[in-house]
T-cell receptor
Framework: QKEVEQNSGPLSVPEGAIASLNCTYS??????FFWYRQYSGKSPELIMS????GDKEDGRFTAQLNKASQYVSLLIRDSQPSDSATYLC????????????FGTGTLLAVQP | GAVVSQHPSWVICKSGTSVKIECRSL??????MFWYRQFPKQSLMLMAT?????????EQGVEKDKFLINHASLTLSTLTVTSAHPEDSSFYIC???????????????FGPGTRLLVL
């Protein structure tokens, strides 16, 4: 059974702080990894994708991938109340359609 | 990022009727689209994989005769909920796989979702 695991939270951080979200995956076949943000009542929105070991930065967001440890993380710098949402980690299953395996999501609450 | 649209965004129907939901990739071609369902405060649940020009692949426990999927073109997939019942009321979300240019890395984008309420 291919799995992606996340701490469900809630993760509470003060405004302006760094929020650190973590995720592990079970299948070494996975080669593509994604972070989606989902506001309550809305569909998921792609925040970051990462495919190679190391860091990938986009604005206030940095994704980190360590394939040896099967670990993916997302750092959000200068957290804002508008960042409060559920963050979903997903791994492609490496199959013909690269179906995504999702974690259950981490609820982030940024306190003003 | 790429845009995926869904129509309608909201639908209310009577029990026993059928409802069709459209999913379109607006600025890229998608040979593969996915249909998810999400109940309140629960995780996304993959229902099926929609493949252009071939039959959809359904996840275990999802009735293919109840949830009909047609992926007739590279930009359109439809999900029809047949003989809908109140327990089918949910948030239905599609996603489209953007494989990018040759050698580039693929991404999956979600549509805005369709809320179905069956009375």
């Amino acid at each position: 059974q291919k799995e992606v695991e996340q701490n469900s939270g809630p993760l509470s951080v003060p405004e302006g702080a760094i929020a650190s979200l973590n995720c592990t995956y079970s299948d070494r076949v996975s080669q593509s990894f994604f972070w989606y943000r989902q506001y309550s009542g809305k569909s998921p929105e792609l925040i970051m994708s990462i495919y190679s070991n190391g860091d990938k930065e986009d604005g206030r967001f940095t994704a980190q991938l360590n394939k040896a440890s099967q670990y993916v993380s997302l750092l959000i710098r200068d957290s804002q109340p508008s960042d409060s949402a559920t963050y979903l980690c997903a791994a492609g299953d490496g199959g013909a359609t690269n179906k995504l395996i999702f974690g259950t999501g981490t609820l982030l609450a940024v306190q003003p | 990022g790429a845009v995926v649209s869904q129509h309608p965004s909201w639908v209310i129907c009577k029990s026993g009727t059928s409802v069709k939901i459209e999913c379109r990739s607006l600025d890229f071609q998608a040979t593969t689209m996915f249909w998810y369902r999400q109940f309140p405060k629960q995780s996304l649940m993959l229902m099926a994989t929609s493949n252009e020009g071939s039959k959809a692949t359904y996840e275990q426990g999802v009735e293919k005769d109840k949830f009909l999927i047609n992926h007739a073109s590279l930009t359109l997939s439809t999900l029809t909920v047949t003989s809908a019942h109140p327990e089918d009321s949910s948030f239905y979300i599609c996603s489209a796989r953007d494989q990018g240019l040759a050698g580039s890395q693929e991404t999956q984008y979600f549509g805005p979702g369709t809320r179905l309420l069956v009375l």
